[in-house]
Every structure is written in C-alpha cells, then in structure tokens.
C-alpha cells in the first residue's frame, strides 16, 4: 500500500470512527439546554435548534473543514518521518479533532441545517454576530467581510494552503517535522480564534463546552510544538 492510501485509509478510518462516536453527542446536546436555559427532549431537537446563519451552525461547520486539513496533515506527516515524538503527537491531534469534527457534524445532523450554505464566506458568523475580536492572528488575515481572505486552497485563518501541503507531502524526516509543527502551530492560532469566538457567541451550551475545551486543548499543544521546534533548532513561523 502506498504511503498516499495509507494516509488516506487511516484518515478515512479515524473520521468514520469520529462519526460513530458522535451519536453519544448527539444525544447529549439533544437532552441539553441552551444558553437561555430552554430544556429539550430528542423527539423536539429540531424545534430548539439554533437558526442557519447562527453562530452555532456557523461555528460547526467551519471548525469542522478546519479540523478536517489538521487531520490530514497529521498523516501526512507521520508517513514522513519516524520521530516517535513527532508521530505520537501527529496522532492524538488526529484522533482528538477527527472526534471533534464528528461531534460537530452530528449537530448538523440533528439540527437538520445543511453542512455547506452556497455563498456564505467561510468566517462570516463571526461578523454577523459580533464577535470582531480575531486575537492572535496577523495582518495576512484582513480583507474580507469576515475578516479573512481566502487563497491558494486555505479557506480559514491558519488553514495551510495547497503550496504548503505540497511542500509537505514532498519533505522527509527532520524537515516534515519542523514544516508540519510550524503550520499545525498556525492552524492551531487560527482554531483558538475560532473557539473562542464560539465560547462568546453560541447558543447551545455544549457547543460551547466543546469550543473552550479546544481553546484550552490547543493552547496547551502550542506550547507543546515551541518546545519541539526549538528542540529542532526552529520555531514558530
């Protein structure tokens, strides 16, 4: 099997079990309240659930395209490197956000709003719904309504673009290292952003659980990726 199906499979694998495991979610939010404290059944979850220009709907629908490429670059790299450090990490960034996507989806699901609105920008929940506040994040990231640009295949802040998953798929060993921590470190940036605004803006109480949980996730695993680019003489972009 070549090292593009067997990232391929193993991604596939973690999203279908992702997906599986999101039913347990589900059900919970279904049982759950939202922010105004209304308590809800599963047979009424659609009577309660949030609109589709929400910041919920929003929110889990860009944060799971945005999960979806941390999930692929974290294959990506553990075929190009035998750094059990390196790997091992790659992997519970794999799991943990293949997880977080399923979760995500699930609501969509159960909230019956579509996964993708033709013509709505990626971002624009953020805007729509006030929350201006993009932390963390550099100048490259203006221009747009909703605060962000997208280009060359990256829809979101800190999303990699196809020239830098290029450049990924093609470099080995010590060099797929320090590339994948110092664009997973940007992703990561941009997925707090995200997060956070989410923690501040939805409705739902477990989607908002679930943001700061992230929020609170990768801050610790940006830390974490310092300390190995430096390990490797490098450090963040």
């Known amino acids: ?11 596939g694998s973690a999203v279908a079990l992702a997906l599986l495991l999101a ?15 209304k308590q809800s059944g ?12 929400s910041a919920d709907a929003g929110f889990a629908r860009d944060m799971a395209v945005h999960h979806q490429q941390a999930v692929e670059m974290s294959f990506l790299v553990r075929d190009r490197t ?38 709505q920008e990626p971002m624009a929940w953020m805007t729509a719904h006030g929350g201006h506040d993009m932390a963390g994040m550099d100048d490259t990231t203006a221009g747009s309504g909703s605060g962000f640009t ?24 010590k060099q797929a290292e320090i590339l ?17 605004g989410c923690a501040r803006l939805c409705t739902v109480n477990a989607e908002r659980r679930l943001a700061q949980g992230m929020v609170e996730a990768q801050q ?11 390990a490797r003489g490098a450090r963040p972009r």
Not at 1 to 11: E, S, Y
Request: proline fraction near 3%.
């Open 82 to 119: 035998q750094d059990e450090e390196v790997r091992r990490f790659a992997y519970d960034i794999a799991n943990t956000q293949a997880n977080q996507r399923g979760m995500l989806l699930g609501w969509l699901d159960l909230w019956e709003l579509p996964k993708v609105v033709p013509g």
């Open 180 to 196: 994948y921590l110092q664009l997973m470190t940007d992703h990561h940036r941009g997925g707090v952003a995200m997060a956070r």
């Open 150 to 173: 997208a280009h060359d295949g990256a829809l979101m802040p800190g999303m990699a673009t196809r020239t830098e998953l290029d450049r990924l798929r093609k470099a080995d060993g």
């Open 220 to 230: 610790s695993e940006l830390d974490a990726m310092a300390q190995m680019l430096a």
């Open 1 to 11: 099997m070549t090292a593009v199906r067997r990232t391929q499979w193993a991604a």
């Open 42 to 53: 599963a047979a009424s979850a659609v009577a309660w659930a949030p609109a589709a220009d």
């Open 23 to 37: 039913g347990a979610a589900t059900v919970t939010v279904a049982r759950g309240d939202t922010a105004d404290g």
